[in-house]
């Protein structure tokens, strides 16, 4: 695949060739997405889908043709406990063959995964299980406990090294063992669900976001051109697939590609990514900002003559500095392009790596082929050069955006022809943009978006809140860090013990990124006449602390 200029590939975009390319199945008459991840590649026994790196049980490869069989496997078993077409079936599992199992077999049933990040407290998972209707949740013996606190929680599927025990839990191996390695996909319309995500919201619990099936041709188009994966790279996108840009490019889009994706249990440290580079020859890498900047922090961990072998690196989740982009051509040897996108969307503004186009240090880029993203101002009009204005995405023109609005109807995000991304760009004219901020509270931290209403009803919760405000306070190394304006009750002392309370109470209802990593008391916070906090005075005192 030879690099083209960005402007002639934009203007000449046709969606019908792409299909074709992308896909065996036909959209408009009904597509599998197991078949068009897996199946489409499983007659070589040779091609591999996973390479998997563990913590404690050794290293294993799949491919694509043993997926095919145990997802076929998984979709038995799905249909044997009544779950098939549109049921949500959920995963509570950590980077292991046996989720991306779930998640295949699932899809081949024609139902509709839903991700579990594992560090979900109960409070997260309780919400998302009910809000869906979720029909079956898989989890493992160290996730197992967070499903005991939930009120009506659906059959359990267990990973277990230790077999049944005094749970009432389906045995995954044994449900496993027992099924039929032949299962016919079942074929789902274009604008059928394929995935149920959920996305932090500023007002109200997260919003739900079910995933089309015509989605696939979207995630196509960003991993040929913006991630630029060719078909000799070793692949390995760091993130969890708990979260979008992990479900949707570090399994979805690799394997539709037919590429080899690459899964670390381990934890993120630096000292383990520079592990999984080496030994696995890793070529494209795809990671959070937030990565990045701790390997720069640990420079140390590489010797001034060594060569990873990287051949190109991508960024999502927030603007990369650049800092961090001239030290990633210089120590890693490759170069790193910026891409946005959202839950809602995908990916939709890009520097490509595949497409010839200028690239400012700082800018999130161009709009991906198939999508147009414009900036408008406080008219609905579109901003000229050097101006600022909110990153939409315009609909009418835009063949491949796939988000049909909230599945619950939390929240209208169009305006007449446009899609609203709440985030605040400033436009260079030439069809690129630069991100400068959200028009709403929106915290990203670490790469993860966060609603401070999720964290602030949390809080409510412990006996001695009155009321909370949370904002993000800027941090060298995570973006933000979450903090938390907090007025106690009377007859409550506030002092550290209370605030390690509710750091404790909020890991563990919510997630360990969700937590206020700053807790401060205070006598009052800042409201309009009708009540409503003013998170903007909040956010200005958070960041001149953190100039001080």
Partial sequence: MSTQAYQPFYDQFDIDSLAQDALQGNLSVGINACHEICDKWADDPERIALAFEGIERPPERWSYARLQQAAAR????????????????????????????????????????QPLFTAFGAGAIEYRLDKA????????DQNRFKLDAIQKCPPIVRVSAKGEDSHTDLDYHAQMLAQSDQFEPVLIGADDPILQMFTSGTVGKSKGVAVPARALLSFYVYMRYAIDLKPEDRYWNVTDPGWAYGLYYAVVGPLLLGA??????????????????????????AAAPTAYRLLMANDQLLTDSESLGLRIASSAGEPLNPEVINWVKRRLGCPVMDHYGQTETGMTCCNHHALEHPVRIGSMGYSLPGHRVVALDGDYREVGAGETGQLAVDVHNSP???????????????????????????????????????????ITTAGYRVGPADVESTLLEHPAVAESGVVGKPDSSRGAVIKAYVVTRPQFDADENLADELKELVRNRLSTHAFPREVEFVHELPKTPSGKIQRFILRNKAREEADQ
């Fill in 260 to 285: 080899t994706t690459h899964f670390n249990e381990n934890g993120f440290t630096p000292d383990t990514t520079y592990a999984m580079i080496r030994k696995y020859g890793i070529t494209n890498l």
């Fill in 74 to 113: 998984f979709a038995n078993l799905l249909q044997q406990h009544g779950v098939g077409k549109g049921d949500r079936v959920a995963a509570l599992l950590p980077r292991s063959p046996e989720l991306l199992v779930v998640i295949l077999g699932t899809l081949r049933a024609g139902a509709v995964y």
């Fill in 400 to 442: 491949l955006f796939f988000f049909a609005g909230y599945t619950w109807d939390e929240k209208d995000p169009f305006h007449d022809r446009y899609y609203l991304t709440g985030d605040v760009v400033i436009s260079h004219g030439d069809g690129s943009y630069s991100f400068t901020g959200r028009d709403d509270d929106i």
């Fill in 133 to 140: 209707g979720t029909r079956l949740v898989v989890t493992d």
